[in-house]
């Protein structure tokens, strides 16, 4: 890889692993802080005793936080949330925990900050003169028809768990008032911030920063609990090289084949299709960053492709580095998902949430 090409990946790459670091703070801090506990008590009161209003209200918590703070807060910081609404209330934890992995995974397409995927497709959007405001648009009818079809197949499966009343609202943890209005205005200030396009690396930086600052002020010694993924994030910047070095040495024609031509509403469900079985046979990051080339000559194309990368990987738990963290934290509070529901159950939703949402984008002007 010559230094030029290596300067050009880089270029793509810095920002996205900087704001992947960033936001991990800022979710790591907030959750510290008290701010997703706070969430999960405001929605069991506001509930009323009801437990589909409850869980209705919780995929209204998980969405906001896929759209804004990223799929991977919502698996790593509401996924216990969720879990300890329902051992409080005494209801089944199966319902919230699924809502939160398959929310974490459909709901990522609507704005950039949702997935890293996203993130890198920017620069793609860009060069067809769409930009993020186009994005957005673009991004708003598939997005909506993913979440729509996702909860379609969640009242299926465990429509008899969301039924009835519970007695009790969860208590909420007790925090330090004023880190936890800090971390709770830092959090709603992002969103709108990530929604009119500012560099997402720059404002979760600020973010992470004031964050940080507050964090220090307040209780020093609760710095080292902060975790940074700086493993994670050099673990990422070796899969890019490796992918374009692969894709400069013979894998763009096999991708190329793969996802076929055209914008049609069928050429649209090969792309979708061809980023759905990418990524659960391998990742939906090395999936996107493969098929990417060889989709981006229209934003639809693109666009199908994200829904695949983003919407799809369901069926098996490397499909998605949410999963994978999911799984993780639902182990730690006990819940462990069969491999055989968590791969009959994501296929449906899958193919439902991911067939809706490629027909929205195929019937867009």
């Known amino acids: 890889m010559s230094t030029a090409e290596l300067a050009d990946l880089a270029a793509r790459v810095v920002p996205v692993l900087v704001f992947f670091v960033a936001i991990t703070v800022v979710a790591e801090i907030a959750e510290a802080a008290g701010v997703f506990d706070v969430a999960g008590h405001w929605a069991s009161r506001a509930g ?3 437990v589909p209003v409850l869980w209705l209200l919780f995929v209204v918590v998980a969405v906001a936080c896929t759209v804004f703070l990223s ?7 509401l996924t216990p949330v969720g879990l300890a609404i329902a051992a409080q209330l005494g209801i089944s934890p199966l319902p919230f925990a699924m809502t939160t992995l398959w929310l974490a995974n459909t709901a990522s397409l609507l704005l950039p900050v949702s997935n890293l995927s996203n993130l890198l497709s920017l ?7 769409v930009g993020h405001a186009g994005y957005v ?6 997005a909506t028809a993913a979440v729509v079809g996702t909860l379609l197949v969640l009242w299926v499966f465990h429509r008899r768990d969301l039924r009835g009343r519970y007695a009790p609202d969860a208590p909420p943890e007790p925090h330090d008032a004023v880190m936890l209005r800090i ?7 992002v969103g709108p911030l990530f929604a009119l396009g500012l560099s997402p690396a720059w404002v979760s930086g600020v973010a992470a ?3 940080l600052v507050a964090v220090a002020l307040r209780d020093r010694r609760r710095l080292r609990s902060v975790s940074v993924p700086w493993q994670m994030a050099l673990g990422v910047a070796v899969l890019f090289v490796v992918i374009d070095v692969a894709l400069r040495h013979g894998l763009q024609p096999l991708l190329a084949s793969l996802a076929g031509s055209g914008t049609a509403p069928a050429d649209l469900l090969r792309v979708a299709g061809s980023g759905a079985l990418a990524a659960n046979v391998a990742n939906n990051l090395p999936a ?14 693109l666009m199908a492709l994200l829904i695949g990368v983003n919407v799809a990987p369901l069926v098996t738990p490397w499909a998605s580095l949410a999963t994978l963290l999911w799984a993780q934290r639902c182990r730690a ?3 462990t998902v069969s491999p055989w529901r968590l791969a009959g159950q994501g296929t449906a939703c899958a193919l439902v949430a991911g067939g809706l949402s490629v027909a929205a984008l195929a019937w867009l002007p």
């Open 209 to 211: 920063v004031v964050l």
């Open 333 to 335: 509070r006990g819940l």
């Open 48 to 50: 009323r005793h009801r």
């Open 123 to 129: 620069h793609r959007f860009d060069e067809m003169s």
């Open 71 to 77: 799929l991977d807060t919502t698996a790593v910081l």
């Open 288 to 301: 996107y960053i493969g098929l990417e080339s060889v989709t981006a000559d229209a934003p639809q194309r």
């Open 137 to 142: 648009r673009l991004a708003a009818a598939p």
């Open 183 to 189: 971390a709770g205005a830092v959090c709603l200030a």
